[in-house]
């Protein structure tokens, strides 16, 4: 189901218990009378929850639920009234009265959103705003403070607008509009910088059994996209907006300690840390910065290492992707250049080997290991583009907004009076980079393939310190008894029938 939503509903489950009920979008003919939009709104529930995976699920037989809509359900929201409502990406609206309603499909139409309160936008959706960003409490406002969160996926990049949703209607589109005081959270803002769209959040429980929205995106990055890693949304009031930060369960994924450094940096002498091989393709950097009392460049960046790109008697493992006999006319240690520049020259060429004994030139586009060949002279492509995230520090009271980059993409980041240091979290999965300033504060989907042989250079255009830590980090695939383990937001069969 690629645009649907699912809720957990209580009497969904089995003899009464919670279930899960997944809304989603089907097509019909639009040929048919009752099928003028070519979509339609039906429901799905599992099968068989004896079955932890929940791997087959049945549409019950009353099913459309409601019929000439659009795509993209929201999660339903529940309403002090008991009643059940949703939006479909253009904007209508349908409600359900009871729990015992949606789970018999019976719903209706309640009309069109006023525009300004409900944009037309893709993958909508509609939650309570999340609790606070740790440390970042403040007390004694004296005036209300927003009650919801509207997220849209609209011209190629995902927003937040935050304001207050009052139901002066009950069978109307209720109001989304600015909070008194909060007037400029209503603007929409922008939830990642780079290739991110279409996310879709929900509750999670944390370990400490505490409720959480996590949010999840489509990030848009070769060979053919990907999920994100999920984000923690809190709400900072200091800051006035929506933070996102990596799910603390991460850190679960962290394997090898692979830098530990700090110093003091600056343009002339920057921090440099080269990571084993093939280690930045799947990796997780930080970066703080202690902020300086002036105007600064703040930056930290990935380029290729010249530790590898020449190494006698050493080759690679992986398949060839050309091999090349050199021209006898070549004299033998001329020909090593030759394999060399000519690795710099295809687009398709990440690392070459000569190998004297056949004369032949070998041309790899993945690369598992080095490895030792006597009769060969091999190294990593020198011409990788680096790439380099930054941040244009002002030392100014009022300033609240720096710039920041990751390669092309450009973003504002919000820095609050009184903060001392800046944080950078990079990140690294083969084809892509997701960024995190201040904690998820700045979100940025990078497309970058860090080189095989990755070099980290810390720099600041005037003296400040800074601190680097680098892990490689572990697969995130488990097995399927792992996973038939886990707790679960409803509760087990095994549970309500022993």
Same mark, same amino acid.
């Given at each position: 189901?690629?645009?649907?939503?699912?809720?957990?509903?209580?009497?969904?489950?089995?003899?009464?218990?919670?279930?899960?009920?997944?809304?989603?979008?089907?097509?019909?003919?639009?040929?048919?009378?009752?099928?003028?939009?070519?979509?339609?709104?039906?429901?799905?529930?599992?099968?068989?929850?004896?079955?932890?995976?929940?791997?087959?699920?049945?549409?019950?037989?009353?099913?459309?639920?409601?019929?000439?809509?659009?795509?993209?359900?929201?999660?339903?929201?529940?309403?002090?009234?008991?009643?059940?409502?949703?939006?479909?990406?253009?904007?209508?609206?349908?409600?359900?009265?009871?729990?015992?309603?949606?789970?018999?499909?019976?719903?209706?139409?309640?009309?069109?959103?006023?525009?300004?309160?409900?944009?037309?936008?893709?993958?909508?959706?509609?939650?309570?705003?999340?609790?606070?960003?740790?440390?970042?409490?403040?007390?004694?406002?004296?005036?209300?403070?927003?009650?919801?969160?509207?997220?849209?996926?609209?011209?190629?990049?995902?927003?937040?607008?935050?304001?207050?949703?009052?139901?002066?209607?009950?069978?109307?589109?209720?109001?989304?509009?600015?909070?008194?005081?909060?007037?400029?959270?209503?603007?929409?803002?922008?939830?990642?910088?780079?290739?991110?769209?279409?996310?879709?959040?929900?509750?999670?429980?944390?370990?400490?059994?505490?409720?959480?929205?996590?949010?999840?995106?489509?990030?848009?990055?070769?060979?053919?996209?990907?999920?994100?890693?999920?984000?923690?949304?809190?709400?900072?009031?200091?800051?006035?907006?929506?933070?996102?930060?990596?799910?603390?369960?991460?850190?679960?994924?962290?394997?090898?300690?692979?830098? @530990?450094?700090?110093?003091? $940096?600056?343009? #002339?002498? &920057?921090? !440099?840390?080269?990571?084993? %091989?093939?280690? *930045?393709?799947?990796?997780?950097?930080?970066v703080r910065f202690t902020l300086p009392q002036s105007n600064a460049i703040l930056r930290v960046g990935f380029s290729p290492s010249p530790h590898f790109a020449w190494m006698e008697s050493m080759?690679?493992?992986?398949?060839?992707?050309?091999?090349?006999?050199?021209?006898?006319?070549?004299?033998?240690?001329?020909?090593?250049?030759?394999?060399?520049?000519?690795?710099?020259?295809?687009?398709?060429?990440?690392?070459?080997?000569?190998?004297?004994?056949?004369?032949?030139?070998?041309?790899?586009?993945?690369?598992?290991?080095?490895?030792?060949?006597? @009769?060969?002279?091999?190294? $990593?492509?020198? #011409?990788? &583009?680096? !790439?380099?995230?930054?941040? %244009?520090?002002? *030392?100014?009271e009022s300033k609240r907004d720096m710039e920041a980059i990751c390669g092309d993409i450009k973003a504002p980041l919000r820095l609050l009076a009184g903060e001392k240091s800046l944080e950078l979290?990079?990140?690294?999965?083969?084809?892509?980079?997701?960024?995190?300033?201040?904690?998820?504060?700045?979100?940025?989907?990078?497309?970058?393939?860090?080189?095989?042989?990755?070099?980290?250079?810390?720099?600041?255009?005037?003296?400040?310190?800074?601190?680097?830590?680098?892990?490689?980090?572990?697969?995130?695939?488990?097995?399927?008894?792992?996973?038939?383990?886990?707790?679960?937001?409803?509760?087990?069969?095994?549970?309500?029938? #022993?």
């Amino acid at each position: 189901i690629y645009t649907g939503s699912a809720l957990v509903l209580p009497g969904a489950g089995p003899s009464g218990a919670p279930g899960i009920v997944q809304i989603y979008p089907g097509l019909c003919d639009a040929r048919w009378p009752e099928c003028k939009t070519g979509t339609l709104l039906a429901q799905a529930v599992p099968a068989d929850y004896s079955d932890q995976l929940l791997t087959n699920w049945t549409k019950p037989l009353f099913n459309p639920i409601m019929e000439n809509v659009q795509r993209d359900p929201t999660t339903p929201w529940e309403e002090a009234t008991g009643e059940w409502r949703l939006r479909t990406f253009d904007g209508e609206f349908y409600g359900s009265a009871s729990d015992a309603d949606l789970l018999k499909g019976k719903w209706y139409r309640l009309g069109a959103g006023d525009p300004k309160m409900w944009p037309t936008c893709e993958c909508p959706s509609f939650f309570p705003l999340p609790g606070v960003t740790p440390g970042f409490e403040i007390a004694g406002l004296g005036r209300p403070w927003p009650s919801h969160v509207q997220k849209l996926s609209c011209e190629g990049h995902d927003w937040w607008m935050i304001g207050s949703y009052t139901l002066p209607n009950r069978s109307a589109p209720g109001n989304f509009s600015p909070t008194v005081g909060w007037e400029d959270l209503f603007k929409p803002q922008l939830i990642d910088a780079g290739a991110f769209y279409a996310s879709k959040d929900a509750l999670y429980p944390s370990k400490q059994g505490l409720e959480r929205r996590i949010n999840w995106g489509w990030a848009q990055v070769r060979p053919n996209s990907t999920q994100s890693l999920p984000r923690v949304i809190t709400f900072n009031p200091r800051a006035r907006l929506l933070e996102q930060a990596p799910l603390p369960e991460l850190e679960q994924l962290r394997g090898s300690k692979l830098v @530990q450094q700090s110093a003091e $940096v600056s343009a #002339s002498a &920057p921090l !440099l840390a080269r990571l084993p %091989f093939r280690s *930045a393709l799947r990796s997780e950097t930080i970066v703080r910065f202690t902020l300086p009392q002036s105007n600064a460049i703040l930056r930290v960046g990935f380029s290729p290492s010249p530790h590898f790109a020449w190494m006698e008697s050493m080759g690679f493992s992986g398949p060839d992707v050309t091999v090349t006999k050199v021209p006898e006319s070549s004299k033998v240690y001329g020909a090593q250049y030759l394999c060399q520049s000519s690795c710099e020259e295809d687009s398709g060429c990440l690392a070459w080997s000569f190998v004297h004994q056949s004369a032949t030139c070998h041309h790899k586009a993945a690369v598992e290991e080095v490895t030792v060949a006597q @009769q060969s002279v091999s190294g $990593v492509k020198q #011409s990788l &583009p680096p !790439l380099s995230c930054a941040v %244009f520090y002002e *030392a100014v009271e009022s300033k609240r907004d720096m710039e920041a980059i990751c390669g092309d993409i450009k973003a504002p980041l919000r820095l609050l009076a009184g903060e001392k240091s800046l944080e950078l979290r990079i990140f690294a999965d083969a084809t892509f980079l997701e960024v995190f300033f201040q904690n998820g504060r700045l979100a940025m989907t990078v497309p970058y393939a860090p080189p095989i042989s990755s070099e980290l250079m810390i720099s600041s255009t005037v003296e400040t310190s800074a601190e680097v830590s680098a892990y490689a980090m572990k697969s995130i695939w488990v097995n399927e008894e792992y996973v038939r383990k886990q707790s679960r937001v409803y509760p087990r069969s095994v549970d309500l029938w #022993s």
